[in-house]
């Protein structure tokens, strides 16, 4: 099974830039934040509260999560209920970043990640995809793009949406969550020593794509 391993900040269209380039390999998508996002939406529901990690770890052990494959999109579901569209919410967003500095969190959704990659042939994409979750992956990528320029792509997604924003709103939220992400004790975000960095603080969507399969296809080949 090839795995190709893609780590980033948030907001570096990771999972855009992953998705159409699992399409073009004819490998599965596994987007690791929704596992994190589900069960951040498991303790909101739950009335767990998002500051007690002890309580975080001790009720983990109840999720029942499955990823599920339906027209080659990845599905999460929380027992019977598929929860793909509810988690994308700035409220479980918030969820998603305090459970997942829990490590009992980590741990539990560990073998469910290796075990994908076990099975499939896989882009997986996360924040220590290449450094803890799969550290043999044949491709290691790391997919960034400035701060500034991160701010600026999501106001325009944001614009387009019709939601007024401001720029330099956005721009301190991605900075305190990169701040969040790369200073947590347990598997911070950072670039694997054997990741490739692609920057695509000045390419477009589709540049981003072509070069993200260019650097696979030279490491594969
Ligand atoms: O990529 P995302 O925004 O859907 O991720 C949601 C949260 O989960 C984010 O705060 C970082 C965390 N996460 C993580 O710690 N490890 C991963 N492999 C994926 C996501």
Redesign the pocket.
């Known amino acids: 099974m090839v795995s190709i391993a893609i780590d980033g900040p948030?907001g570096a269209g990771k999972?855009t830039i992953a998705r159409a380039a699992s399409k073009e390999l004819g490998y599965i998508y596994v987007?690791?934040?929704?596992l994190?996002?589900s069960i951040g939406l498991y303790m909101i529901r739950h009335g767990i509260s998002l500051q007690d990690a002890e309580a975080i770890a001790f009720n983990v052990e109840n999720v029942q999560i499955e990823l599920k494959f339906i027209q080659g999109e990845q599905r999460v579901f929380l027992g019977e209920e598929d929860v793909s569209d509810l988690i994308r919410t700035p409220e479980v967003?918030m969820a998603?970043?305090a459970v997942?500095a829990v490590p009992k969190v980590r741990q539990f959704l560990l073998d469910l990640q290796k075990d994908m990659a076990k099975k499939n042939n896989v882009v997986m994409d996360?924040?220590?995809?290449g450094t803890v979750?799969l550290p043999n992956a044949d491709v290691k990528i790391f997919l960034t793009a400035s701060a500034e320029e991160r701010a600026k792509r999501r106001c325009k997604e944001l614009e387009e949406k019709g939601q007024a924003v401001s720029y330099q709103e956005v721009l301190t939220d991605i900075q305190q969550?990169d701040y969040n992400?790369s200073h947590r004790e347990i598997?911070p975000l950072k670039q694997a020593e054997d990741a490739v960095l692609l920057d695509t603080s000045h390419l477009d969507l589709q540049q981003s794509i072509q070069a993200l399969l260019d650097l696979v296809k030279n490491k594969l080949n």
């Open positions: 948030a999972s987007d690791t934040g929704a994190y996002r967003s998603a970043s997942s996360g924040r220590d995809i979750v969550r992400d598997a």
